[in-house]
């Protein structure tokens, strides 16, 4: 996830504090983004221009790595119905298909 970079807009109509606290919320409360940030992603607050343009030079500077599906296809030549992503879709479709089957 070190290509995700999560952005919070500040509210005007917000005290810092408060501000403070819902960023809190986000990056480790109950609904949270926490497992984004620990798989790699960014979290950036907007507050300012000053913050927008860190943001933007945190994302040129990122170096994008590729997805596992991209390499599956690309490094071992894979057609896309040998992926592993394909593989689980089918798997998943048969096991959604019996649980189906079942509740009927």
Do not use: Y
């Not at 952005?7 to 919320?25: F, Y």
């Not at 500077?61 to 590729?66: Q, V």
């Not at 959604?96 to 079942?102: E, F, H, K, S």
């Amino acid at each position: 996830m070190r290509n995700v970079i999560i952005a919070s807009t500040s509210r005007p109509c917000l005290s810092e504090e408060a501000r403070a606290r819902r960023e809190a919320q986000m990056c480790g409360g109950e609904w949270s983004l926490k497992p984004f940030l620990d798989a790699g992603a960014t979290f950036i607050s907007l507050k300012n221009l000053e913050t927008a343009r860190q943001a933007l030079f945190h994302i040129l500077d990122n170096t994008p790595r590729p997805l596992h599906i991209q390499r599956e296809m690309h490094d071992n030549r894979k057609m896309f119905h040998e992926t592993a992503l394909e593989q689980h879709s089918r798997l998943e479709q048969r096991t959604n298909c019996c649980i189906t089957t079942r509740n009927i």
